[in-house]
């Protein structure tokens, strides 16, 4: 009965809503003559970080309010060069988070080697650039998450004796290096946990998702059976209070939570717009409710899993109780869409994604029609079933 006279509440303030058809609302925020080609966002500052195509460093800032990009070109502020080229490294700048310090983590070309470095914040809009010690011959660096409260760590690449090797650290301790004795493609950080997730081939030579206990250094095998998977993205589920992470099956997105300590499957789908390929899933948590911001497609390159023709921006649920799916690019044309990184405003979350407009990345915001309302998230596409069930708190 509470539920169902809530719904009778909610009716009358927002009538039509629990049914009216979501509309795309998705605009260039980047300055369409200049190219910003991935940025990263980070909500903690309201910033974005990237590396343009002669290999510099740049900071711009977001406007939490509006979403807006300052500058529109993204370049804020210069604050290194000489870094190493993207199809080189594997990735971009990213930001690593700690007790100690919050840094961008990011690989140099160095006398003809790759170079691990960081860049801290010393001072409002002043940077120190720092080499790491016992950085060469390392790349692709992912940092800790947000909800870090030890030292800001690292997981990197690193040439092996006969390939490349998955390694770990504290940011400024080399000394607290270990490495996985296997070839695992990638790690990231098993949220604020002392874990690594990444992704390794099994006996039977398939991709699949390992957790890497820092105790043990270990690689556990979480999941099995074909096929392949790509992309594990791990976050802190309210919902569930624990982490979940969901991975690429080609076409599908599988979610998978722990119970009594075990890794287990409890959802998985298809986007249903009849494409075969996903790409570039990334979780967004408001109103503690988790959504996944993913790129469907109908050709991927696969030697980056990233779309090579038309693609589309779909913003998903997670509880296979209450399928949510939604559509947020501007369906009127077709575009190369891709790499999603969905951003908690003030108000509202939206999906950022790079759009190739010719030759130029452009930079795309989309809103999602979910709106930070007393704890509430916009009614649009849920119907009054799932609000009598209590699908919004």
């Not at 290999?55 to 993204?74: I, M």
């Not at 070309?109 to 060469?136: S, Y």
């Not at 077709?334 to 405003?345: G, Q």
């Amino acid at each position: 009965m509470k539920s169902q006279a809530r719904l009778s509440i909610l009716l009358v303030f927002w009538p039509g809503l629990a049914l009216a058809d979501f509309i795309p609302d998705d605009q260039i925020v980047s300055d369409p003559t200049a190219e910003l080609p991935q940025p990263e966002f980070d909500r903690a500052t309201n910033r974005i970080i990237w590396q343009d195509r002669h290999n510099r460093l740049w900071v711009g800032q977001v406007d939490p309010v509006t979403g807006d990009l300052v500058p529109t070109n993204g370049r804020g502020q210069l604050v290194d060069t000489g870094l190493g080229p993207p199809n080189q490294v594997g990735n971009t700048p990213r930001y690593t988070y700690g007790g100690d310090q919050d840094a961008i983590v990011y690989t140099k070309l160095v006398d003809g080697h790759l170079h691990l470095a960081k860049a801290l914040e010393v001072a409002p809009n002043t940077w120190q650039i720092t080499l790491l010690e016992n950085g060469e011959d390392r790349w692709h660096a992912n940092g800790t998450p947000e909800e870090t409260t030890g030292p800001a760590m690292i997981v990197y690449n690193q040439v092996g004796p006969v390939g490349t090797l998955l390694s770990w650290r504290e940011l400024d301790n080399p000394d607290s290096e270990h490495t996985v004795d296997a070839a695992p493609a990638g790690g990231r950080f098993l949220g604020a946990e002392p874990a690594l997730m990444a992704l390794a081939r099994d006996n039977d030579g398939i991709m699949q998702v390992f957790e890497i206990p820092f105790a043990t250094g270990e690689l556990e095998q979480v999941t099995f059976g074909r096929p392949k998977k790509q992309s594990a993205f791990i976050w802190w589920a309210p919902e569930y209070q624990d982490y979940v992470f969901t991975v690429m099956q080609i076409s599908n997105l599988a979610f998978y939570r722990r119970s009594d300590g075990v890794w287990r499957k409890f959802n998985q789908f298809v986007i249903p717009n009849g494409k075969p390929y996903v790409s570039s899933p990334e979780a967004f948590v408001i109103n503690d409710t988790s959504y996944i911001a993913v790129v469907s497609c109908d050709v991927v390159d696969f030697q980056v899993w990233q779309p090579r023709g038309p693609s589309e921006v779909w913003v998903t649920g997670i509880d296979p109780a209450h399928p949510f799916f939604r559509r947020i690019d501007d369906p009127s044309y077709a575009a190369v869409r891709m790499e999603p990184e969905p951003y908690v405003l003030d108000g509202e979350a939206v999906v950022y994604y790079t759009e190739m407009g010719g030759r130029i990345h452009l930079v795309k915001r989309a809103k999602t029609g979910i709106t930070r309302i007393g704890g509430l998230e916009d009614m649009a596409g849920l119907t009054a079933s799932e609000w009598s069930a209590g699908r919004v708190q």
